[in-house]
Structure formats: C-alpha cells, structure tokens
C-alpha cells in the first residue's frame, strides 16, 4: 500500500468517526453565516437610515443659516430705513443740491402712504440747473447717498433761446440754457 491510499483510508476513517462532529460544525457554520447575513442587511439599513437623516439634518442646519443670514439682513434693511426727520431730509437735499451746482427753489413734503410693513414719504422738489450735467450730478449724489431715496418722477423742462437771448450769447457768453426740474422722490421707513 502506498502512501497516498494510506491516507485516503484514513482520512475516512476519521470522517467516518467524526461524521456527525463534522455535519454539526457544518450546520453551525450556516448558521452563523445566516445569522452574519441578516445582521449585515440590518446594519445596512440602519446606515442608510442614519445617512437619510444626516441629510435631512444638513438641510434644516443649511435652512437655518440661510434663516439667521436673512434676519441679519432684515434688521440692516430695518436700520438702514428708519423714519427720518422731514427737516434732516431737507437739509441733506439742499447740500446735495450745493454740491452739484443746482439750485434747489423748493421743496416740499408730499403725502405719505401707510402699507402694512412701511410707510413711504415724498418730496416735491422744484430745481434749476444750468445744464444737464450738473441736473445728473445732483442724481448721481442723490443715488448715492448712505440713507436711501427713490426718484419717483421727473420732468425736465429747458427754456428755449429767443433771437434777443441769442444776441446776447455772442456779446456776453453765458452759460447753457437754465433747465427747470419738478422732481418727486420717496424714502421708505419700516413700521415696528
């Protein structure tokens, strides 16, 4: 006999002793991988549940900071339109006006409108400017000013040169035709 059926002979031999030891791991090792198996299934759903709910969690934290950034820009908006004096208004139209080589002829309070969230006031203003450029200067500073104004209506009117005034124009220059301006502008104030 030689060395390798001797094996084989014994190998069955120890198979056949140990037979039911061995279909006893066998079924354990089933088990056991049925058993790993549906706890892998169920720790895969609990991950995905858990991943589903970070990323609803991650969009309400993202909501929110929108939310806080948006309330930071409401009380900005809320300071930056606060109810401001008629007679500050006034002066601070005037100085524009000076700045711009206009000359402002009037200005008057217009009505003011109550909305449910602001109240809106406006002005009416009569200007004289020597050209227009010096007209869009005083617009120009108008936009430009820190409290905020809204250009509501303007009408421009220039006064045309009759033959005398054209006569003069060669003997003493003088400057561009006077231009006449009715302008309505409004600034916005919150309530609350």
């Known amino acids: 006999m030689n060395n390798t059926e001797y094996s084989k002979e014994r190998l069955m031999d120890l198979f056949s002793k140990n037979k039911k030891k061995i279909l006893a791991v066998g079924i354990i090792i089933i088990i056991t991988m049925i058993i790993s198996s549906a ?15 970070k990323e609803a969690e991650l969009k309400k934290s993202d909501i929110l900071r929108e939310i806080g950034q948006s309330e930071k820009a409401i009380k900005l908006y809320k300071n930056t339109f606060t109810k401001k004096d ?15 080589d206009v000359t402002l002829v009037s200005i008057k309070p217009g009505n003011e409108e109550n909305q449910p969230f602001y109240t809106k006031t406006s002005f009416n203003m009569l200007i004289t400017a020597n050209s227009y450029h010096a007209l869009g200067k005083f617009i120009s500073k108008i936009e430009n000013e820190p409290d905020i104004y809204f250009i509501d209506e303007i009408k421009i009117k220039a006064q045309e040169k009759t033959v005398e005034q054209d006569q003069e124009l060669i003997e003493a220059p003088k400057p561009e035709n006077e231009i006449t301006v009715n302008l309505t502008l409004s600034t916005i104030a919150f309530k609350g």
Do not use: C, F, V, Y
């Open 39 to 53: 706890l892998h299934k169920s720790q895969n759903r609990k991950i995905e549940m858990l991943s589903t709910r």
């Open 86 to 100: 008629p007679s500050s208004i006034t002066n601070t139209l005037a100085g524009l006006a000076k700045d711009s």
